[in-house]
Nanobody, 123 residues
Framework: QLQLVESGGGLVQPGGSLRLSCAAS????????IGWFRQAPGKEREGVAC????????NYGDSVKGRFTISRDNAKNMVYLQMNSLKPEDTAVYYC????????????????WGKGTLVTVSS
């Protein structure tokens, strides 16, 4: 089965930046659209961004537009989430997820999930 592993999380001050990575193994990532999701304490998991199989289509949640950028490098089987101008409300466990269908930010649309990486935005 497709396996996904997130990395790059950590503690960052408000206004700072982090780049999250999602590494795929066992299967070729270019067969899948990829979404980034996050789950803050006490809240439902929400879609942050998604990217189509060839990278031609992306979309973002309203709360991160203009601050976050999703990208992919299919040759490396990697997907990234560049996060700039981070806010305390961005604190969450961030997950990458894959679907054989269209780019989606709905949890129920995703077929494979990583285990997450924690991002903490705090001074």
């Amino acid at each position: 089965q497709l396996q996904l592993v997130e990395s790059g999380g950590g503690l960052v001050q408000p206004g700072g930046s982090l780049r999250l990575s999602c590494a795929a193994s066992r299967f070729t990532l270019n067969d899948y659209a990829i979404g980034w999701f996050r789950q803050a304490p006490g809240k439902e998991r929400e879609g942050v961004a998604c990217i189509s199989r060839n990278g031609g289509i992306t979309n973002y949640g309203d709360s991160v537009k203009g601050r976050f950028t999703i990208s992919r490098d299919n040759a490396k089987n990697m997907v990234y989430l560049q996060m700039n101008s981070l806010k305390p409300e961005d604190t969450a466990v961030y997950y990458c997820a894959a679907t054989i269908n269209d780019c989606s930010r709905y949890v129920s649309s995703m077929d494979y999930w990583g285990k997450g990486t924690l991002v903490t935005v705090s001074s």
